[in-house]
């Protein structure tokens, strides 16, 4: 059996590192996007021949603890030094991915990326949640209204992007990416169409909200205007496609509003 590294860990600051790919692998990231789980798994290289064969060793380093044998553990010594972890990808830079910060040093071969797998716990419970957000929203709207439910939606969000705005000169760039920021922490990942300073658009192509009706999707459009308009009231957001279920993606953009 032999192993061919797929790239190598390149160290850079304490909040992320790289993964630089072998020349020829960049196929491989085809799909692969910012705010993805990937499990790394890589080869500790600087393991002496002493400490790859212990078969036992205490917990943590801790001499306290009673010894255990290797494979109950994660411990770095172990006859065949792969190890894993999981980061969150931060962006793509031609051939190399820029991800979350790992225990890797500087160097060590990159065996394998493999994607984490959703726990289905999690998914029904996103599911059930969903369920009653539209249920709550739906019955909200039919008490008081759309344009006053949006209104009051979009209030709290205009103070967090006056907050977002106080320390960048916000165009529809910085707008878009800091709405971005907002998309990943619910895990929704896509693709920039547009990134210029009039005007910025995004294509949503992997919503684990899908099961949401329209109503909860649109309501997070409510929650972008107000937003943006905290940002930079010359700008608007604008949901432009709002995918039926089953479909490939929704879109949104950031635009410079017309004067006069």
């Known amino acids: 059996m032999k192993l061919e590294p797929i790239g190598a860990v390149r160290k850079r600051s304490e909040t992320e590192d790289a993964i630089e790919l072998a020349p020829g692998l960049e196929e ?25 064969e212990a078969t036992k060793v ?15 553990l994660r411990s770095p010594m172990r006859p065949n030094p792969i190890g894993v972890t999981t980061v969150r990808v931060k962006r793509l830079e031609s051939n190399t991915i820029v991800v979350t910060s790992f225990d890797a040093q500087e160097g060590s071969p990159v065996i394998d990326l493999k994607a984490v797998r959703k726990d ?49 000169e916000p165009d529809a760039r910085a707008i878009g990416r800091e709405i971005m920021r907002f998309e990943e922490g619910w895990d929704l990942r896509g693709e920039v169409l547009e990134d210029a300073p009039d005007r910025f658009a995004r294509k949503i192509t992997h919503c684990p909200w899908s099961h949401l009706s329209p109503l909860g999707c649109r309501v997070f459009a409510w929650w972008m205007e107000g937003f943006c ?30 004067s006069g």
């Open 120 to 168: 289905a716990g999690l998914r029904r419970l996103t599911e059930t949640w969903g369920r009653m957000h539209d249920t709550i929203v739906r019955t909200l709207e039919e008490a008081f209204g759309e344009e006053r439910l949006r209104e009051t939606l979009k209030g709290p969000m205009r103070e967090l992007g006056g907050k977002a705005a106080e320390s960048s």
């Open 229 to 258: 308009q905290g940002m930079n009231a010359s700008f608007s957001y604008r949901l432009e496609k709002l995918t039926p279920a089953g479909d490939k993606y929704c879109l949104w953009s950031v635009t410079r509003k017309r």
């Open 58 to 72: 205490h917990p943590r380093g801790d001499r306290s603890r009673p010894l255990k044998g290797v494979f109950g």
């Open 28 to 52: 491989g990231l085809h799909g692969v996007c910012p705010g993805d789980a990937l499990d790394v798994l890589y080869w500790m290289h600087n393991l002496s021949p002493s400490q790859r």
